[in-house]
């Protein structure tokens, strides 16, 4: 088992420009977060991705969106990137439904950094 | 005043001594409480997860939660150098696969042999 992967792992762009970060989930998860942990803070939720629809959003301007696709996997973009961009994006993934003990695995992360 | 507070340490402790990790909170209505590890360069990893108050216990790990004074700890004992890293709680108003997680900053520990 893969576990949830990332890609890629480091990543820089310039300010202006647009940025897709991508997630596979673990085998048998069938929803994915997004979060962005900055240096020295805890993980903020970006959003939730369940049945290929955004199921939850957390405070992000539209400059971040999303997508799933039909086998689970999912993409972040990120436009018109500005320097306050920068941060650890994590993926996590768990299985919808799985009851008062659901479990989110997290990936390794995309470290995106704007110059 | 955050939703949770965290005390971001760093924390230093000799091999072997029992390490106690905190988090308070001001939200009420949080009953699913959960502490995760993460690695430098690496994600976070679930250690304990725990609903509403009481103690629940894991090997080395003891997490225990007071909704009363809205305050939760981790408890490590006979820690190891491999036990060093952040230490983040994290806690949700809600079960199931669609809640939102609120996190608090991470306690950097350092385990020394």
């Known amino acids: 088992d893969a576990g949830v992967t990332q890609s890629p792992t480091h990543l820089i762009k310039t300010r202006g420009q647009q940025v897709t970060l991508r997630c596979s989930p673990k085998?048998?998860?069938?929803?994915v977060s997004w979060y962005q942990q900055a240096l020295g803070q805890g993980p903020q939720f970006i959003f939730q991705?369940?049945?290929?629809?955004?199921?939850q959003r957390g405070n992000f301007p539209d400059r971040f969106s999303g997508h799933q696709f039909p086998n689970y996997s999912s993409e972040l973009n990120v436009n018109a990137l500005l320097l306050g961009d920068s941060a650890l994006y994590l993926c996590?993934?768990?299985?919808?439904?799985?009851?008062?003990?659901?479990?989110?695995?997290f990936g390794p992360g995309t470290r995106l950094t704007v110059l | 005043q955050k939703e949770v507070e965290q005390d971001p340490g760093p924390l230093s402790v000799p091999e072997g001594a029992i390490v106690s990790l905190n988090c308070t909170y001001s939200?009420?209505?949080?009953?699913?409480f959960m502490w995760y590890r993460q690695y430098s360069r690496k994600g976070p990893e679930l250690l304990m997860y725990?609903?509403s108050s009481g103690n629940k216990e894991d090997g080395r790990f003891t997490a225990q939660v007071d909704k009363s004074s809205k305050y939760i700890s981790l408890f490590i004992r006979d820690s190891q150098p491999s036990d060093s890293a952040t230490y983040l709680c994290?806690?949700?108003?809600?079960?199931?696969?669609?809640?939102?997680?609120?996190w608090g900053l991470g306690t950097s520990l350092a385990v020394n042999p």
């Open positions: 991705y369940y049945e290929e629809e955004e199921r």
């Open positions: 085998s048998g998860h069938d929803t």
């Open positions: 996590a993934s768990s299985l919808a439904d799985s009851g008062i003990t659901d479990t989110q695995y």
């Open positions: 994290a806690m949700s108003a809600r079960a199931g696969n669609n809640r939102k997680l609120i």
């Open positions: 725990t609903y």
């Open positions: 939200n009420s209505a949080f009953q699913y």
